[in-house]
Structures are given as structure tokens and as C-alpha cells.
């Protein structure tokens, strides 16, 4: 089975993030969305997408195209994680909120989510992200906390179904 990391970065960060993840995920291939086919998105069995927030809450902007085609294809059986960028200092009534609007659109589809975390640990007061306690993927903060994004990759990495540890 084939897993990919899609990623939309505008100033870099969610691009660094998905190539530490491209190495926490042994075989994966790391791609920016706004250079997929759909040939290249529909031959991958599991799909780690990551954005980054920005606004008042909006997807990074590459995802916003790149949705609207993902969207548009079947992707029934396949498997997706997420993982978002956000700052809790700055905006902490908006974190992450790219990656919930994100899961918000799988979800209305019918497709598989995986990799939801606790939301303990974080400092923010809202979030679409955001589901009870839990946080709907993996949530990053490299503008106040990146001392923790190699342990929080870690640890979420562990909990991935389709990624042998």
C-alpha cells in the first residue's frame, strides 16, 4: 500500500513539517499539492494531507484549489491523516483551523479519517479542529512551540494504522 504526505506551504513551514514527516513514515512520498495530477493523488492508498492556517481561520491557500479537485474524485477505501499549523499565541480562537475545515470536507464525503490526538498539552481557546477533547489530527504550533513538533510527530506517527513501528 502506497502513502503519500500532500502539503500546501506558503512560507515554508508546513513544507518542513511534511518532510520530517516524509521520514517518520518509512516508503512515503512527500508532494506539494499545488504540483499534483490526479493520476499521481489516486494511485496513493493512504494520504497524510497537511496545511497550515491562515486568516482568520482559512486553508492555506494551494489547498483551496487543490480541495476542489480532491473532492471531486472518488476516494472511497483510501485511507487520510491530517496534520495543520497554527499559532496558539497569536490566534488562539483560530488554531488549526485550516486542518478542521479540511476534515470537515472528508468527513461530509464519507471518507476514512484517522489519527485524531488529545487536545491536552495545547494553550488555545477555539478551535475547528477541535472535536470534545480530542483534536481531529495532528496539531502544530512552529512559531511558539517547536521544541515539541519532533515529539508530538513521534508520537502521532505511532498511532497511524498504515505505518509499521
Not at 471518507?111 to 496539531?139: K, P
Not at 511558539?144 to 498511532?159: A, H
Amino acid at each position: 500500500m502506497q502513502t503519500a504526505i500532500f502539503y500546501g506551504s506558503s512560507l515554508g513551514n508546513t513544507q518542513f513539517v511534511a518532510e520530517k514527516l516524509h521520514a517518520a513514515i518509512p516508503g512515503s512520498d512527500c508532494l506539494a499539492v499545488n504540483d499534483l495530477t490526479v493520476s499521481e493523488i489516486v494511485k496513493y492508498d493512504n494520504i497524510v494531507l497537511g496545511t497550515s492556517t491562515w486568516g482568520v481561520g482559512n486553508l492555506q491557500d494551494d489547498f483551496e484549489l487543490f480541495v476542489d479537485l480532491l473532492l471531486s474524485l472518488d476516494m472511497s477505501g483510501k485511507t487520510f491523516a491530517l496534520f495543520g499549523l497554527g499559532d496558539q499565541h497569536t490566534y488562539p480562537d483560530t488554531f488549526c483551523n485550516g486542518m478542521g475545515k479540511l476534515y470537515a470536507l472528508l468527513i461530509d464525503k464519507g471518507w476514512n479519517v484517522v489519527g485524531r490526538i488529545s487536545a491536552e498539552g495545547y494553550d488555545f481557546s477555539e478551535s475547528e479542529a477541535q472535536e470534545g477533547n480530542d483534536l481531529v489530527g495532528l496539531a502544530l504550533d512552529e512559531d511558539n512551540e517547536p521544541d515539541l513538533t519532533d515529539i508530538r510527530i513521534k508520537n502521532w506517527v505511532q498511532i497511524l494504522p498504515f505505518v509499521e513501528n
